[in-house]
């Protein structure tokens, strides 16, 4: 990475749950930066020359590797830690899947799936994807967090109040995110690197890439905040808004329902118009297309809006 | 308006309930266009010289007229209707209250607030709010719809496969609109115009405006759509996105609570770094913060996050 930070952590430096008694592997003061070396989620179960039998061998006990933990000099209960997002070094691969079982549609999609993805390594060029379309790209952190106070081993899968697998694709360089420390030291992981993804990350799994993440960490002390919060420096879809958006709605009193609603109906329309498959069409969305909550207060019915981006075929 | 419409239906030519024995007040062919003078959604129990008691004195019996219904010649069930947001042209005044027992805060806020926005009427700039702030403007139609298969007396508050209240901040100037059709002729009627608001419109109303809206009617015959959907004519923040967000996330088992946090958890931000009570945070977010779904899928823990827009304090 052209960035010089203060300190490495390697691929191999990883853990697979959060966990407050696993030793950290680095002390950090703050105002230090770390290049992290994250795996994708997989571990390197699936790589460029995977095939779809691959996802069904998948071993979920060892998906979602963070690296980490690092302990963070002055860290206590109550403070937030300040982490600052510099830059990514992107590997130019990265898979999407259908795993059975998880996603939003799982119940329509019971087949597993995988589209690997070869993109130009700054990312500042769109990725085609083979079945139709091009993707715009842009590369954030899936996973970050801090390790929970309570103790045992908690999975990696759920993001919690001490942040973990968010999964929020604005977590990308610039920004500056706050976790509420809950431990001495803070205990701070990062994984699960996503070279894009749209709000929702509906059909489970991203553009699962591997790559560098070059992080800064700072101390508020005692902010006492309830769950992660974060700042961007600029806009966060002009990668993908120029052509403006294709738009399917779910309307009705349970919110999960309408946003299964308005995807399924995205689904079908992209597969009427541009002749996808439906599993090719619900990977798409999952890595470019966003949910939002149109409106939340027009008892007893709720619209969720599914927007996809008409750039991805134009 | 400037723009030339073939009909013209005046804001008295209301109704405030769907059903569908409502004789229709006007016969369109498709490919017409009609010019709409609504009202704004307290029918003019609110005005510019309003003040905070008459919240409390609302008759709800009378709140969001809407303006039809116009007969669509040639519309059967199955087909869609193709609606045309053509302009807007607003009148300048708008409000913006916490209805005591309504929006997505209603056992933080008991009580009444009401807000009186004055702006340019070419709703180009941003408002002014008198707490602090400036808001970017976008038009638009709160409530749009079609009348409903089932007979009889709706209320028009909630929003349905029809269409109706769907309070989605991007059916605005320039986007195509198709709605389900249930009954003969389709039976459309509009109202409940907003100067802006941001998508969830948390507190439960927008910047209510009245304005004339001008809209063209087209036909999909057997397009046999299960919910509205849209197409926006290019980007849909850029309004507002140019100096970034700060974003709170709320994360749990629970779609509805997560949105609860993250907005109760931006207010609390809002009023900190700004100086604004509960309160007036609450309506400000309403009018141009932004409730998306992070992730959906990382089970059994959902992220909503609520999105504010920076340009409105810098």
Redesign the interface.
């Known amino acids: 990475m052209n960035l010089k930070t203060n300190h490495t952590i390697h691929s191999h430096q990883c853990h697979t749950s959060w966990d407050n008694s696993i030793a950290p592997i680095l002390t950090v003061t703050p105002g230090e930066s770390v290049e992290f070396d994250v795996q994708e989620a997989s571990a390197g179960q699936l790589s460029s020359q995977s095939l779809v039998g691959d996802v069904a061998d998948l071993d979920f006990g060892r998906i979602n590797p963070v690296n980490g933990p690092i302990f963070i000099d002055g860290a206590k209960p109550g403070d937030a830690l300040k982490v600052s997002i510099l830059a990514f070094e992107p590997s130019g691969w990265g898979w999407t899947a259908n795993i059975p079982g998880?996603?939003?549609l799982a119940d329509q999609f019971p087949d597993p799936a995988l589209h690997i993805w070869s993109y130009e390594k700054s990312a500042s060029m769109p990725a085609a994807y083979g079945p139709g379309g091009r993707v715009p790209l842009k590369p954030f952190c899936g996973t970050i967090g801090v390790a929970p106070r309570e103790a045992g081993v908690h999975s990696v899968?759920?993001?919690?109040?001490v942040g973990g697998?968010?999964?929020?694709?604005?977590l990308a360089a610039g920004t500056e995110l706050f976790l509420p420390v809950e431990v001495e030291g803070a205990l701070f992981s990062v994984g699960d690197t996503h070279a894009a993804q749209g709000?929702?990350?509906?059909?489970?799994t991203a553009i699962e890439s591997p790559m560098s993440v070059a992080l800064r960490f700072e101390l508020v002390h005692d902010a006492n905040?309830?769950?992660?919060?974060?700042?961007?420096?600029?806009?966060?879809?002009?990668h993908l808004?120029?052509?403006?958006?294709?738009?399917?709605?779910?309307?009705g009193p349970d919110?999960?329902s309408a946003?299964h609603?308005?995807v399924s109906?995205m689904i079908d329309?992209l597969s009427a118009q541009h002749g996808l498959s439906a599993m090719d069409a619900y990977l798409l969305c999952s890595v470019c297309g966003?949910?939002?909550?149109?409106?939340?207060?027009?008892?007893?019915?709720w619209?969720?809006?599914f927007?996809f981006p008409?750039i991805v075929f134009e």
């Open positions: 998880f996603g939003l899968v759920p993001p919690r109040q697998n968010m999964d929020i694709r604005d709000d929702g990350e509906i059909c489970g905040i309830p769950f992660p919060r974060f700042t961007t420096p600029g806009p966060v879809t002009r808004d120029a052509k403006g958006y294709d738009v399917t709605a779910g309307i919110l999960m946003a609603d308005a109906y329309l966003d949910l939002k909550i149109s409106e939340i207060v027009d008892v007893p019915n619209v969720v809006s927007y008409r």
